[in-house]
């Protein structure tokens, strides 16, 4: 079965160090996102992906940054990583522009 | 702006009863698409539906159902006869409309946390 997975599931790290997120499908999806979710604002975007080489900044995209050299991954990295943003990250690939998206199971990545 | 808005925050329910979870959007787009998720306390994020802004039929799904009216841009979910089980945060969520490179990306409310007691 096609799926999408996350690694790791838990990191703890400090601040002003880089952490790079891995977000890897199989559906074979143009579309990939990262969201992190935090209490009291739900699902927020950080960064997305409508294909190969192709990067767009999301609604909470200062401090991070995406690439994407084939259809199966989208990682995400924390160029120097603040207590910020602590948090769950979860990625998610969908097959076109407004049809459900499928997502990890997320990221708990704590910053100290 | 595209925004949406679930006004509860927690739902406290027994078991058997209904519940409904209000969910209210704003956009400027005629054409748009509606979600909801369910993320059990495991913490896995699970699509539920999708209705896109020209179809205003209801839908029901076993003991899920959905109205969504666009005189009122809302989209509220109800659950008849809750079950320990349906314990979860619930996320309303709004998509616009692919264009060129923009659109396509989900707005979340800020979820709705359904408990649902034995």
């Known amino acids: 079965d096609a799926e999408i997975t996350q690694s790791p599931r838990h990191k703890i790290t400090e601040t002003g160090r880089q952490v790079t997120l891995a977000c890897h499908q199989t559906w074979n999806h143009n579309n990939m996102f990262w969201y992190r979710q935090d209490l009291g604002h739900g699902l927020r975007l950080i960064h997305y992906?409508?294909?190969?080489?192709?990067?767009n900044k999301g609604e909470v995209s200062d401090g991070y940054s995406v690439s994407r050299s084939n259809t199966e991954d989208l990682p995400l990295t924390l160029e120097s990583a603040a207590s910020s943003q602590t948090s769950v990250y979860f990625c998610?690939?969908?097959?076109?522009?407004?049809?459900?998206?499928?997502f990890g199971d997320g990221t708990r990545l704590s910053i100290l | 702006a595209q925004k949406v808005t679930q006004a509860q925050t927690e739902i406290s329910v027994v078991e058997k009863e209904d519940v409904t979870l209000d969910c209210v959007y704003e956009t400027r787009d005629t054409t748009y698409y509606l979600f909801w998720y369910k993320q059990p306390p495991s913490g896995e994020l699970v699509f539920l539906i999708r209705?896109?802004?020209?179809?205003?039929q209801n839908e029901i799904s076993g003991r899920y159902s959905w109205n969504f009216q666009k005189s009122t841009s809302s989209f509220n979910f109800t659950i008849t006869a809750s079950q320990v089980v349906d314990s979860a945060v619930y996320f309303c969520a709004l998509s616009e409309p692919p264009i060129y490179n923009q659109g396509g990306k989900l707005i979340f409310g800020q979820g709705t946390e359904l408990s649902v007691k034995p």
């Open positions: 998610a690939s969908s097959e076109a522009r407004g049809q459900p998206q499928h």
């Open positions: 992906s409508y294909g190969v080489q192709d990067t």
């Open positions: 209705r896109n802004s020209f179809d205003e």
